[in-house]
């Protein structure tokens, strides 16, 4: 069985996969170019789906129907808004918030501000835009941080500040810390191939693709703030 746990501050305990968490909401993005079969399982797992603009072009060709499509339609092509039943479709021209934050929105007036989120971001974060990928790493790396976490084509990644992530049942998958912070963050990893004893990390090559070599790895992040990415 896997399993990740975080505990900080902000979200308490919290599992964000394996048994005994929540089902999150997941919210689609324009840029998710992910295999169809890897948004299908993550949808499978998940309450509800919401697709944020053009992300809902990329549910259909999986073949799946979102539950709604959030955001200002400006790259939701046609044909496949025309797919999409009209009570679902829930247009904004709010110029203040980007389209994730417009779902993110939507989410939490529908399940509720404290709902676990999971973001299906790709790659790329965003259909190719640099500026876009960045902005949609905001609600994440925002505090204090909630219960949000983002799903590409092989990992999960996620915030942590103050708190440690512990992963169970996950040797031999890679696993990166990313300090989100110019001045770097302090760290700690263990059960991992190169591992950590309070170290200051700055954005770079240290850090990135490390090995779980253990039934159980944990990381630590006493002071500042790191996304934290796994293989999963």
């Not at 797992?45 to 999986?62: F, K, M, N, P």
């Not at 829930?90 to 994730?100: E, K, Q």
């Not at 925002?142 to 103050?162: N, T, W």
């Not at 049942?169 to 263990?190: H, I």
Request: glycine fraction near 12%; aromatic fraction near 4%.
């Amino acid at each position: 069985m896997v399993e990740i746990t975080i505990e900080d501050d902000d979200r308490g305990r919290w599992t964000l996969l394996g048994t005994g968490g929540e089902a999150p909401v997941l919210i689609a993005l324009a840029g998710a170019g992910m295999a169809p079969e890897r948004l299908r399982a993550e949808a499978a797992r998940c309450t509800a789906l919401v697709a944020a603009d053009a992300g809902a072009a990329l549910c259909l060709a999986a073949g799946l129907l979102p539950d709604a499509v959030v955001g200002d339609f400006d790259s939701l092509p046609a044909e496949a808004r025309a797919r999409i039943p009209l009570e679902r479709q829930h247009p904004s021209d709010d110029a203040d918030t980007n389209d994730l934050e417009k779902a993110l929105a939507f989410v939490a007036a529908g399940w509720g501000a404290e709902t676990e989120v999971v973001l299906a971001a790709g790659g790329g974060v965003d259909g190719g835009r640099m500026d876009h990928a960045l902005a949609n790493l905001g609600p994440i790396v925002r505090e204090p941080h909630a219960r949000i976490s983002m799903v590409d084509g092989e990992g999960r990644l996620f915030a942590l500040r103050k708190g440690r992530a512990t992963f169970d049942g996950f040797a031999g998958k890679r696993l990166s810390l990313l300090p989100w912070s110019l001045r770097g963050v302090t760290a700690s990893e263990s059960g991992v191939r190169y591992p950590l004893e309070r170290a200051h990390l700055v954005l770079g090559g240290r850090g990135v693709s490390n090995e779980i070599t253990g039934d159980r790895a944990i990381v630590e992040v006493p002071d500042g703030v790191a996304l934290v990415w796994v293989e999963a």
